[in-house]
């Protein structure tokens, strides 16, 4: 094999004036050929879907800076109080008509249930950072949190899925009790008139029965998702595919609750269903009609875990190349400046719609992203 350019070339060397030009010609071809294909290889690792099965790859990310910053930007908006500014730059909404500045946004925006979203952050970057300051202050905002609803425990009946999360990472009981005791008064509570809240409500209940064994809380997420589901259609904001299938803004969350009750119950009916939903509704395709992070997240987080209950590389890729088109288009980072450059996430980016009502950061869409990062594998 050693001898296999010099042995080539004395022969060509032999070769007629014009034989030789073809030789040439034909070698290099074949190399070319060679590197192409190596290339190709090396593009596409052991276990990656086919390329006709997931949508094309958005310029790749890096993970664990962006976590890190927008860390540093949920810090910032902590106030003395343990609570957090929910909204930021309202201020700058303000415009001109006929002759009065108007501002839709006035006052402090401010809602306990905050904290849970940044406390999941926390704990979401502790997981990816491995700095144990991180779970501290993930422990931090959800025991302000559970503190103020003591008096009011209806301010938490929808943040279960955090709490949930930092019970399962600590295993500390303190969180286990505070779980039980929304979820009795989730039971005696009639499921929400709103969508969001409704399907919510169905992915907790789901987690309650697997925390606890009860059955109350199966019963009754089935119970609620029946409702769901008899609604679904009839929601505001409906997209149309080019296939004509139908589907409501906020569709995700409704399948974020269904992976929930698979996995709980072990019934692979309802990842069956997701997948069927998701090869329909084909989000990515879609991903402009999806105006604000609140409908686009759940859909990331539906693959990320859709891929982790069923092994299903395709659903996980999916879910890469959404949130990296995501992070590239509603990221406000410092090197990636789309309004402010502080870290936030921005309530709705696009140009052409970016009105005085439009330029807000809003803090759960920040900790949601940073959430949804810690999905990802390293490359």
């Known amino acids: 094999m050693e001898k296999f350019p010099q042995d080539l070339f004395r022969k060509i060397a032999n070769l007629s004036r014009k ?6 010609i034909i070698l290099i071809i074949s190399l070319l050929l060679l590197v192409f294909l190596g290339k190709k290889s090396l593009l596409k690792p052991p276990g990656t879907a086919p390329a006709s099965e997931i949508s094309p790859t958005p310029t790749p990310i890096l993970v664990k800076p962006i976590i890190k910053e927008i860390l540093d930007y949920i810090e910032t908006q902590r106030l003395n109080d343990g609570f957090y500014n929910y909204l930021a730059h309202y201020n700058e909404q303000c415009e001109m008509k006929e002759g009065e500045m108007v ?27 491995g700095e144990q300051k991180y779970l ?36 500390d009981s303190h969180y286990l009790d505070f779980l039980k005791k929304e979820g009795g008064m989730l039971l005696g509570t009639q499921s929400s008139s709103q969508e969001l809240l409704l399907d919510i409500e169905i992915r907790e209940l789901a987690i309650l029965y697997g925390v606890t064994g009860d059955s109350r809380y199966l019963e009754e997420a089935q119970k609620r998702l029946k409702l769901s589901e008899d609604n679904f259609n009839q929601r505001e904001f409906l997209y ?18 269904k992976i929930e009750l698979g996995k709980q119950t072990e019934d692979k009916t309802y990842f069956e269903e997701v997948k069927a939903f998701l090869d329909k509704a084909k989000v990515m395709a879609n991903f402009e009609r999806f105006p604000h992070p609140i409908e686009i997240q759940p859909c990331m987080e539906t693959y990320f875990e859709l891929a982790k209950a069923t092994g299903g590389r395709k659903y996980y890729q999916e879910g890469r190349n959404l949130l990296e088109k995501f992070v590239t288009t509603f990221w406000d ?47």
């Open 333 to 379: 980072g410092k090197d990636a400046k789309l309004i402010y450059g502080e870290g936030g996430t921005i309530f709705n980016p696009y140009p052409a719609r970016l009105t005085y009502a439009q330029k807000y950061v809003v803090l759960t869409d920040g900790s949601y992203s940073l959430y949804l990062l810690s999905y990802l594998e390293e490359e």
């Open 136 to 171: 501290d202050l993930a422990k931090r905002d959800m025991d302000r949190l559970i503190l103020h609803c003591e008096s009011k425990p209806e301010d938490c009946l929808w943040v279960l899925v955090q709490a949930g999360k930092l019970y399962q990472e600590t295993g």
């Open 19 to 24: 034989q030789k030009v073809m030789a040439i």
């Open 240 to 257: 149309k595919t080019e296939e004509q299938f139908l589907y409501p803004q906020k569709a995700c969350w409704q399948t974020l609750a």
């Open 103 to 129: 501002c839709p946004y006035q006052g402090e925006w401010t809602f306990p249930q905050t904290n849970a979203w940044t406390s999941l952050a926390y704990l979401s970057g502790y997981q990816v950072l």
